[in-house]
């Protein structure tokens, strides 16, 4: 029942991000601005569906490993995949020594699971399958997929956003009021941003329960954020905000607007919720 009420948030605050770029098309050019309100989402979608997998590994500069490289990481994906039915992800290690962990793909068949080198050295064997867990429970329920989305439809709303307020439309669909379009300008990205975010947030809990059911217990994965969270506030992960919300805890960028609109919930209601089950 809790899975269900998720994805049911889920797919309301989708549907409000892509009400909102439908809207700010609208507003530039009335009905006939539509279509390409939504070629624009089209293209963006695309882009990030076959390619921002590619891209999140790069700024990483992740490289991918085999059995030889690393057997416990390695192996721990492997056994956790299979217990998940799931076809085994591409492994990755990042030399970052900010201690994270991060899934994608476009869907179960095309993903890649990716830890630091922070993480392999702080972390005991069956923290390390907590937070593996965590991650192929975002791939098998194609969270990847979803935030990307919301990433790309929140960013396409920047856009029109911004060609709205620099002279794109009738200024009197925007009400005759330059007021009205710089609020337009300054309103509509929060809004979509804190839609994202909160789609974020909600798959977050999701994956902590699914990751620790597929453990048996909720306590490995609860142990691996505290420590995480801990290292991560001392240590920069140099990542754009906009892919914060990828990492299995937020990433210390040293972004006064990461701290404002943060990507996950907090470390302590997670570890609260996961010691109870």
């Not at 991000?17 to 530039?28: D, E, K, P, Q, S």
């Not at 994608?104 to 399958?129: F, M, N, Y």
């Not at 307020?165 to 009197?172: A, K, L, S, Y």
């Not at 909720?218 to 506030?233: E, H, M, T, W």
Request: with cysteine; aromatic share 6%; net charge positive.
């Amino acid at each position: 029942m809790y899975m269900i009420w998720n994805n049911f948030k889920t797919m309301l605050l989708m549907s409000g991000l892509m009400g909102l770029c439908l809207a700010i098309g609208y507003l530039i050019g009335g009905p006939q601005a539509l279509v390409p309100a939504l070629i624009l989402g089209g293209a963006m979608n695309f882009v990030a569906f076959f390619f921002s997998d590619k891209i999140a590994l790069a700024i990483v500069r992740a490289v991918e490993i085999s059995e030889n490289d690393d057997p416990a990481l390695w192996n721990s994906v492997r056994m956790l995949a299979e217990q998940a039915h799931i076809p085994m992800p591409r492994v990755y290690i990042s030399p970052a020594a900010a201690p994270n962990a991060f899934a994608t793909g476009r869907s179960p068949r095309h993903s890649a699971v990716c830890v630091t080198a922070g993480l392999r050295r702080i972390l005991t064997t069956d923290e390390l399958a907590g937070v593996i867990a965590h991650e192929l429970s975002h791939v098998k329920h194609r969270d990847i997929l979803i935030s990307s989305v919301a990433a790309v439809i929140a960013g396409a709303i920047s856009v029109l956003s911004y060609t709205m307020f620099w002279g794109g439309g009738d200024r009197d669909r925007r009400g005759g009021h330059p007021l009205i379009a710089l609020l337009l300008l300054v309103l509509a990205p929060i809004a979509a941003s804190l839609i994202q975010l909160a789609i974020s947030r909600s798959r977050e809990f999701e994956a902590d329960r699914s990751g620790a059911n597929l453990l048996g217990s909720g306590r490995p994965l609860a142990r691996a954020l505290q420590k995480l969270d801990n290292a991560s506030k001392n240590i920069p992960l140099p990542v754009p905000d906009s892919q914060a919300n990828m990492f299995i805890v937020a990433p210390f960028t040293g972004s006064d607007f990461a701290k404002l609109f943060m990507t996950h919930p907090p470390v302590e209601k997670r570890v609260e919720r996961l010691m109870k089950m």
